[in-house]
């Protein structure tokens, strides 16, 4: 590795203008919520993902609980389904609680509800669809009512019977499997839609390995060439190689396709494919010097953050890894590496040594996130707390909360270094002041 980087090609310093965000499947399918528009108070996809501002619009229009539902026909009102009207289901489905053991005795007029295409509207029909799917398994007989679905056209135009069905669907998770063929029938057909084929991805997603199918069309979807970011194809593989982190060590068959989606142009699949190979776990070893590649070289400062995350979840050759960066002659790679470790289940011998000298690095950014990967490995006041108490009087504002935090995960454990948080407490600047006013209520919480 060269000491220096050359191939660097921006600035750790560097901000990308890119956030995390929601999942794009996520983002459009969560807007069943019939409380309120998810998509309105999710985390906004950046606009290169999908033309949010227009994906928002689509599916708010066609999955959101209007304002205001049209005024219920005679008809409706008569109606009953096991005892209720469609009102009264409305107005309890609102009240519900799904941890309710007796929620089961719901199922029979939910699935009635679902199948009454004469009488019952779009929205309730999706309410009953998705409480359904909330319930899980003593609602399990609905699986192949909502199958059916799949096919269904919807009746009003502006509707769409596919996205809450999918939505439902998703919600069952495994219990979805036979749900399947249906789905992947969906996802593979290009006179379909371009929403409820987004949709299926997710769906498809958490069935995982429930069925055989479900996850090699999944990655099917992420082997797609496609490269235009607004387009169709594309919005679908970032979604694949979104929701396969979901699968955990499962995914490992996808770990070829996300290795070249982690080299794509497009830092949304990047950052999609670095987060799940760190997911898969142990079994995505394979990806370490890929992932190392992307910690140091990334165009993305979150990229290059989740790639050290990813190394540390893999473990092995990737704690190893990031072991030897500690002594990176760049300070941001050493804080990442730190940060990386923090994520081990069990550091070795080797690496706790090391993280202990890295807690005498000239960088106290560095210093403070090797002392918090040493407490999650070796649970040592006295290794960490006293980094902690001097990242307190740092002047830059980040620094400070990351020695609150590590004080705060440290705890009861700090209380003999109670006089020194005191003294911070009365410390002449502001700053200082605050940061241990609040590591005190965390180290003697009831005082």
Excluded at 38 to 60: F, I, K
Excluded at 73 to 98: D, F, I, M
Aim: hydrophobic fraction near 45%.
């Amino acid at each position: 590795m060269n000491a220096t980087h050359e191939r660097r090609r921006i600035n750790d310093t560097a901000t990308l203008p890119v956030s995390r965000s929601v999942p794009l499947c996520v983002l459009l399918i969560s807007a069943c919520s019939f409380e309120s528009p998810a998509l309105e108070s999710a985390q906004t996809v950046p606009r290169a993902a999908a033309d949010p501002a227009g994906a928002r619009s689509v599916a708010a229009s066609m999955l959101a609980e209007p304002e205001t539902l049209p005024a219920a026909t005679h008809k409706e009102e008569e109606q009953q389904y096991h005892g209720r009207t469609l009102a009264e289901w409305r107005v309890l489905l609102k009240e519900v609680s799904y941890d309710d053991p007796a929620i089961s005795e719901l199922v029979p007029g939910l699935i009635a509800i679902v199948k009454d295409r004469e009488q019952a509207p779009w929205y309730s029909r999706r309410q009953a669809a998705v409480a359904l799917g909330r319930i899980g398994e003593p609602a399990v007989n609905a699986v192949p009512v909502l199958t059916g679905l799949l096919s269904e056209e919807a009746a009003d135009s502006g509707e769409s019977t596919k996205l809450w069905t999918i939505k439902a669907l998703s919600l069952f998770g495994p219990l979805a499997a036979d749900a399947t063929p249906e789905l992947v029938r969906l996802l593979q057909d290009p006179s379909q839609p371009p929403l409820p084929r987004l949709a299926a991805v997710e769906a498809l997603g958490r069935i995982g390995p429930a069925h055989p199918d479900a996850l090699p069309a999944v990655i099917e979807v992420l082997e797609n060439p496609a490269e235009v970011e607004d387009g169709e194809a594309f919005k679908r593989r970032v979604a694949a190689a979104e929701i396969l982190e979901l699968v955990g060590e499962s995914a490992a068959p996808a770990i070829p396709a996300l290795l070249r989606a982690a080299g794509n142009q497009s830092v949304l699949l990047r950052r999609a494919a670095v987060n799940t190979l760190g997911m898969i776990g142990p079994p995505a070893e394979p990806a370490v010097s890929t992932l190392v590649d992307s910690m140091i070289f990334d165009d993305s400062q979150e990229v290059r953050d989740l790639a050290a995350v990813a190394l540390g979840r893999i473990g092995g050759s990737g704690e190893q890894a990031l072991a030897q960066l500690l002594t990176d002659p760049e300070v941001e790679v050493r804080r990442r590496a730190a940060v990386g470790l923090d994520q081990l289940t069990a550091a070795s011998p080797a690496t706790v040594r090391q993280l202990k000298a890295a807690t005498d690095d000239d960088a106290l950014t560095v210093r403070i996130a090797a002392a918090r990967a040493l407490w999650t490995a070796t649970a040592d006041s006295e290794l960490v707390v006293p980094v902690a108490l001097h990242g307190l009087t740092a002047e830059d504002r980040e620094t400070r909360m990351q020695a609150v935090l590590l004080l705060e995960q440290v705890g009861r454990s700090a209380r003999p270094w109670t006089p020194e948080l005191l003294a911070l407490a009365e410390d002449m600047q502001a700053h200082v002041r605050q940061a241990a006013r609040r590591a005190l209520r965390a180290v003697q919480p009831n005082q």
